[in-house]
């Protein structure tokens, strides 16, 4: 993941952001039910033929290297249920240009395919866990093993992995009051600590303002413990604030999505598991980039439609909830249809 990609021109949006970053949803299918992404018992999931092939999925990789991309992260659903997906990491992982391959999962397969992953060119991941006590996790995803999330983050320890970072949606009246809990195990293991403000995305997980904690007060609660200093975003662009800890051991990052949009410093592009190129977190619609896959299209021709798309963005949702929230009219999560988040990955 080190040679210099074949450049066909930067790729820019309308107000000139950059297509940096590429999240690969390789599965709309989960083995859990968290309240925040996905809460429901039954889905009508996608039909598995739709489901982009490895190879697929490698080749459109390719091309968003070509425009300008440097780093992909895997996701889904939970991209750990699709079989063999070493086989796609090796592909992805091989390809000339990628400085940047990671996946976000949550851990309860972990254990069982970590060395593979690893081995087939995986350097890190990121592992979401809301809370390290039994039955709050088990009330939080439905129908999760704590234990076995435990032992996939220690397996990817042994594995070599690095960073291992560690997402928590904090949602007020639920987890708030096991972050300190987090702070405290990630730095006694060396894992990077990550905080997300809850948020809106798809249209199921009853978002409503005053069930979010914002960065302030996630923030407020570790300091008073664990003085921080703040890094920044890494490159400028990162969806996390970083901190590290004054005593210099590890550090901790806050997404807050909610509290104070990064939109302007985007530059990430999704892809479902269907294939369709998604501009935002929050978009509503997204872009079929499959049915030129399957019709035969040549690599510049599928360029050119990325390009065409990327290049009309003007994606700016978190700022317009923000401003909406301190409206008179007020913001009401419903009013807008949004693909939901198991077919569009984080």
Request: net charge neutral; aromatic share 8%; proline share 3%.
């Amino acid at each position: 993941m080190t040679q210099a990609p074949r450049h066909h021109g930067q790729l820019l949006d309308l107000v000139h952001r950059p297509a940096r970053d590429l999240r690969i949803s390789v599965t709309d299918r989960c083995n859990l039910r968290c309240s925040y992404c996905m809460p429901f018992d039954h889905y009508v999931w996608i039909d598995k033929k739709e489901i982009l092939t490895f190879e697929e999925i490698a080749r459109l990789a390719r091309l968003f290297i070509d425009l300008g991309v440097g780093a992909i992260r895997l996701t889904g659903g939970e991209p750990l249920v699709r079989a063999n997906l070493d086989v796609l990491v090796a592909q992805v992982a091989g390809l000339p240009g990628l400085n940047d391959l990671s996946l976000t999962t949550n851990g309860v397969f972990l254990a069982e395919t970590v060395d593979a992953l690893a081995a087939a060119g995986l350097k890190r991941i990121n592992v979401s866990l809301d809370t390290l006590d039994p039955n709050r996790f088990r009330q939080i995803t439905k129908r999760g093993d704590l234990e076995k999330v435990l032992s996939g983050l220690f397996a990817a320890k042994r594995a070599g992995l690095h960073p291992i970072k560690i997402n928590a949606v904090i949602e007020r009246g639920v987890n708030d009051g096991d972050i300190l809990d987090l702070v405290e195990f990630s730095r006694a293991h060396g894992f990077a600590m990550r905080f997300i403000e809850f948020m809106d995305v798809g249209n199921s997980n009853n978002w409503k303002s005053e069930r979010m904690v914002s960065k302030a007060d996630i923030l407020a609660v570790i300091h008073a413990r664990f003085p921080l200093r703040e890094v920044g975003r890494a490159q400028g662009t990162a969806p996390s604030v970083d901190y590290e800890f004054a005593d210099g051991q590890g550090d901790i990052g806050v997404i807050a999505s909610v509290t104070e949009p990064f939109c302007s410093n985007c530059t990430r592009a999704r892809l479902t598991a269907d294939g369709k190129l998604v501009t935002c977190l929050f978009s509503e619609t997204g872009h079929d980039l499959k049915s030129w896959l399957r019709r035969g299209a040549a690599d510049e021709d599928l360029r050119q439609f990325i390009r065409g798309v990327w290049s009309n963005r003007n994606d700016r949702y978190s700022e317009e909830r923000l401003e909406a929230l301190y409206s008179i009219e007020g913001y009401q999560s419903r009013d807008r249809k949004k693909i939901e988040m198991i077919s569009l990955g984080g």
